[in-house]
């Protein structure tokens, strides 16, 4: 995949077939487009994604805020379907200015050479989100290039939407999450070395310090699954404050690897949340701690053990 993140990066010879949009989460519907553009390969097009560098804050209303997947992590997903151009668009007030037309003339045709653009029916763009479906549409006719508009795709009656996971996430409810995204929900960092309160504790631990954007779901205990090295192991995370042993100011995600121990700080790893257990709380003594992971194991390995059953029926 040709990465790119900078507007005088952008001068593509060959004709391109594109999607747009934030894409956080890359959930069902965000894969419908991806296809869309992938058949296209087909035809001769380039396979390209226009999506934007999102920061931390709202560069416009200076608000923190909280994202399905990071930037790097979206990267990585894109990655794996094979898309052929990311450009990943700095946010800057000038693009969010930029009027519906000039956005199209200058960017889409004039430097990423698009001769079929695949968006969905909410899709709006330019400043202020003048530019619509119906503002696209004419633009094709006056430009030549081809439009395809997918109606959103739907769980239950319900559009599949980046806001909806969200809601979801904030539930706790994991296995919908992972029904809306196509994936089981997942965090990635790098293993951070703690206190090492948990090999006291019997139970030795992975310790991961999210992005500031990256939205968490509640705090609690998780099963969970850990990705090495190409390698999957399970898993019990614990997202939250460690209230009983430490009471931090930052939320951790804290993950105990059953059969593993090995020392891999520094190393990144992802970590997918399978489904909620139980929700955070402080215990009265580091033994009423230890007794509570030794049921909260216990489960998870049975959760674990039906998510692998269901899985290869």
Avoid: W
Wanted: charged share 30%; net charge positive; proline share 3%.
């Amino acid at each position: 995949m040709e990465f790119m993140n900078d507007l005088s990066q952008l001068h593509i010879k060959e004709k391109t077939a594109v999607t747009l949009g934030k894409f956080d989460g890359l959930h069902r519907g965000h894969k419908m487009l991806l296809n869309q553009v992938l058949r296209k390969r087909e035809e001769g097009f380039r396979a390209a994604i226009f999506t934007f560098n999102i920061p931390p804050r709202n560069v416009l209303k200076g608000t923190k805020r909280q994202m399905i997947l990071t930037n790097e992590e979206r990267a990585l997903l894109l990655k794996q379907y094979k898309v052929d151009i990311l450009f990943e668009c700095p946010f800057t007030k000038e693009i969010a200015g930029m009027d519906p037309e000039q956005f199209v003339k200058e960017i889409l045709l004039g430097q990423m050479n698009v001769g079929y653009i695949a968006v969905g029916s909410d899709f709006r763009f330019g400043h202020d989100r003048a530019g619509d479906i119906y503002l696209l549409d004419r633009l094709s006719r006056k430009y030549h290039f081809r439009l395809l508009v997918l109606a959103k795709e739907q769980y239950e009656g319900r559009d599949i939407s980046s806001t909806y996971i969200r809601e979801i996430l904030r539930r706790g409810q994991m296995e919908l999450a992972e029904e809306l995204l196509g994936y089981p929900y997942f965090v990635t960092g790098e293993v951070v070395r703690g206190k090492q309160l948990g090999r006291k504790l019997g139970t030795p631990t992975l310790n991961q310090i999210p992005r500031e954007e990256k939205l968490l779901p509640p705090d609690g205990v998780y099963a969970s699954r850990v990705y090495l090295d190409d390698k999957m192991y399970g898993g019990m995370t614990n997202i939250g404050m460690r209230p009983t042993m430490e009471d931090v100011k930052v939320r951790n995600v804290e993950t105990c690897l059953f059969d593993f121990d090995k020392n891999i700080y520094g190393r990144n790893v992802k970590v997918e949340l399978l489904a909620f257990q139980r929700e955070e709380q402080k215990f009265s003594s580091v033994e009423e701690l230890r007794a509570q992971l030794q049921k909260d194991m216990a489960k998870t390995k049975q959760i674990l053990g039906k998510i692998n059953i269901d899985n290869k029926k």
